[in-house]
């Protein structure tokens, strides 16, 4: 009778790691990893607590330039129409406040309205030349602000018209028909239109007026510029040579009558008066 010799079955041992639950599991890498894990944490806390800084910086920021900006609108609007030397100190205040909103607080919401506003104030104050910088510093920094670009470009060109630089006005005002979406190209075809006619060329004002009708028939200057072409045609009516006048026909002149021999009863009363004188 033979015997079959049992073997055990090969049981690989497990290691200890094996046996850990998963949360002892986890408590055993971080123990392994504390300092790495130490390092990661600290530098969540500190990126939180620098955006966590630099929002509540902002807000300040936001409140501070809000009020500096209401401040200075007040001075500006409350400017009393018969007392000019404090409308000038008014405005000048308004000046100083607007120049701190933009040199403080640059990143502010209300940054770009008061940066526009101090060009405007400036203008008004006749520091022109000032208000033209303001108005190119704006197109230069908030160049992506459509809403705002077109006006600040139209009260550009205007500071140019204030100087006497037509041309330059032109082209400011034109420049502001090729910004998407502005709000303000009704208006700006009714001055070039304006130019045009103080330059003496109806034909480029007429170009611009009907632009305006045609693309814009709601504007509320549709009207005046219907008006002015109605002007402008009947002045250059009389420029286009006339059509020749057909010949009148000339006016019949009755023909000349024959004289008629002299009636013989003259004859004969001269008679008798020869007799007698002999």
């Not at 203008?123 to 602000?145: P, Q």
């Amino acid at each position: 009778m033979s015997y079959r010799i049992r073997v055990p079955a090969k049981v690989d041992p497990l290691d200890e790691a094996h046996l850990l639950t998963g949360v002892d599991r986890f408590l055993h890498v971080l123990q392994e990893q504390r300092r790495a894990v130490l390092v990661g944490v600290g530098v969540v806390l500190v990126a939180g607590a620098v955006v966590a800084g630099v929002m509540w910086y902002d807000y300040q920021s936001t409140l501070k330039a809000r009020e500096l900006d209401q401040e200075a609108t007040l001075h500006y609007l409350n400017r009393p129409a018969d007392d000019p030397k404090k409308s000038q100190e008014q405005l000048s205040q308004a000046i100083a406040l607007y120049k701190q909103v933009v040199e403080q607080y640059p990143r502010s919401p209300g940054a770009p309205l008061a940066l526009f506003h101090l060009g405007n104030a400036q203008v008004l104050a006749n520091e022109v030349d000032a208000g033209i910088e303001t108005y190119k510093r704006f197109m230069l920094l908030y160049g992506s602000n459509t809403s705002l670009l077109g006006l600040v470009q139209q009260r550009l060109a205007y500071a140019y018209l204030a100087k006497g630089d037509r041309d330059q006005a032109v082209k400011a005002f034109t420049g502001i028909l090729d910004i998407p979406g502005a709000l303000n190209k009704d208006h700006v075809l009714f001055e070039l239109a304006k130019i045009e006619e103080s330059q003496s060329r109806p034909e480029g004002a007429l170009a611009h007026y009907q632009d305006l009708m045609k693309n814009y028939p709601n504007s509320p200057f549709t009207s005046e510029a219907a008006v002015r072409v109605k002007v402008l045609e009947v002045k250059k009516a009389p420029e286009t040579p006339a059509a020749a006048p057909a010949p009148t026909p000339a006016a019949s002149v009755p023909a000349p009558q024959p004289e008629q021999p002299a009636k013989a009863s003259s004859g004969k009363s001269a008679a008798p008066s020869s007799k007698k004188k002999q």
